[in-house]
């Protein structure tokens, strides 16, 4: 099994529809991030959390809430889908720097589209 | 401003030979880590390589290598002997001290030819 797990993998849905996006993880580590990727634009940060009461807004928080239900898991919801929206969806987790590199372990992705 | 730029949408490059990923950063924090991750058309991240902003040599995995130059805010990705295998789109990432996440790049495809 992956250490980081997505679900769904593969979602198409309608405009104004609430969609959730789950991650769980059995590495052990505290910080979970969820990122969103675009062709041509990289992987852009959405929220991350460091620890279970701990929730941050990354660079592209509008429209998008998170909730970290446990250390293994954190979950992305879009409460009301628009096709902008339309995107792959990837889960991560990490150690923190100072105990390793800071290195990312992704889920395999989530692809959502909006129509 | 950008704080991780790769200017190279795509590349080609034949098979068996090296080729070289360029990627340029930002930052003003001294404490910093640059990474690069492959993505292959199935969509999963593949870590390849870190480099540490305090690491004198240059980091090194296999068939890949980190060109560090540290004053010309660079870190460039050598992919030496190219493999079919290796086509993919390329990720350059960044964590400033021990940063809230990764930064990304918007990425280089690599497409290697037989």
């Known amino acids: 099994d992956a250490d980081v797990t997505q679900t769904p993998r593969n979602r198409i849905t309608k405009t104004g529809k609430r969609i959730m996006l789950e991650c769980s993880q059995t590495?052990?580590?505290?910080?979970m991030y969820w990122y969103r990727q675009d062709p041509g634009l990289g992987l852009r940060l959405i929220y991350y959390?460091?620890?279970?009461?701990?929730?941050n807004k990354g660079e592209i928080s509008d429209g998008y809430s998170v909730s970290r239900q446990a250390q293994a898991k954190f979950s992305l919801s879009l409460e009301s889908a628009i096709p902008n929206q339309t995107a792959l969806y990837f889960c991560?987790?990490?150690?923190?720097?100072?105990?390793?590199?800071?290195?990312?372990?992704f889920g395999e992705g989530s692809r959502l589209t909006v129509l | 401003a950008q704080k991780i730029t790769q200017t190279q949408p795509g590349m080609f490059v034949q098979e068996k030979e090296a080729v070289t990923l360029d990627c340029t950063y930002d930052?003003?924090?001294?404490?910093?880590?640059l990474f690069w991750y492959k993505q292959p058309s199935s969509g999963e991240m593949i870590f390849l390589i870190y480099?540490?902003?305090?690491?004198?040599q240059n980091a090194t995995e296999g068939r890949y290598s980190l060109n560090f130059q540290k004053a010309r805010k660079s870190a460039n990705l050598v992919i030496s002997a190219s493999q079919l295998g290796d086509s993919a789109m390329y990720f350059c990432a960044m964590r400033e001290g021990d940063g809230r996440a990764l930064t990304f790049g918007s990425g280089t495809r690599l497409q290697v030819q037989p």
């Open positions: 480099q540490g902003s305090y690491d004198q």
């Open positions: 959390s460091f620890d279970v009461k701990d929730i």
């Open positions: 991560a987790t990490s150690d923190p720097a100072y105990l390793d590199t800071g290195e990312l372990f």
């Open positions: 930052t003003s924090d001294p404490s910093y880590g």
């Open positions: 590495k052990g580590h505290d910080r």
